[in-house]
């Protein structure tokens, strides 16, 4: 019976431990530059239910090439175990999207002679820590408007057609249609008479 409520009661805590992680694991990347130029990324990124990370970049004014020697950027992560950096990918023109199943806490970018390296070789010339996605964590209040006053977010409605108005639609759509039928019945039929 002891083994029975420990066994439960560990579940149970894994249970949780594996919920923390997976909402840790959605947020955003902004990649600012370290050199004084103006490029920069953004990153989106969400763990899915397989425990994989698809990630979208899209970044802004990259220098390409990046030097005489330099061709190509090279995003890396950190994992949130600690270690060495992790690639994940080049970042091509700078419209990007990976996938990865290591979690990590800061992004960086580096250029690189070749996008086919292993380990960072090149200077990092963007990095910057994961952000959570603030609108995601907790719920949303009323923001004042221009004049000070707190105004709701509207809110969409459906109206629902009655039974008149839903025949009446219907039988628009089949006029619609038997005209559109006659049309092409006719046209069809001069084509035949030219032809002959």
């Known amino acids: 019976m002891k083994k ?17 992680r997976i909402s840790k694991a959605d947020g955003t990347v902004e990649l600012r530059n370290t050199n004084g130029r103006n490029d920069r990324c953004y990153v989106y990124f969400q763990q899915m239910q397989d425990k994989t990370i698809p990630m979208l970049v899209s970044c802004r004014e990259l220098l390409y090439p990046a030097d005489s020697t330099l061709f190509t950027y090279v995003l890396w992560g950190i994992p949130t175990a600690g270690g060495e950096p992790f690639k994940i990918g080049p970042l091509g023109y700078g419209k990007s999207s990976f996938t990865t199943k290591d979690a990590f806490t800061t992004l960086f970018v580096t250029a ?19 952000q959570s996605i603030t609108f995601l964590d907790r719920p949303t209040t009323p923001t004042p408007g221009p004049s000070g006053e707190i105004t709701a977010v509207p809110t969409v409605t459906i109206e629902k057609l009655t039974t008149q108005q839903r ?5 628009r ?14 046209s069809v039929g001069v084509m035949f008479t030219f032809i002959r």
Not at 173 to 186: D, H, K, P
């Open 4 to 20: 029975l409520a420990f066994s439960f009661l560990f579940a149970i805590l894994g249970f949780f431990a594996l919920t923390t």
């Open 112 to 130: 690189e002679t070749d996008e086919k390296v292993r380990t960072p070789s090149g200077d990092i010339v963007m990095q910057g820590p994961v």
């Open 167 to 171: 025949l009446i639609l219907g039988l």
């Open 173 to 186: 759509r089949a006029g619609l249609i038997s005209l559109l039928l006659i049309f092409e019945t006719s």
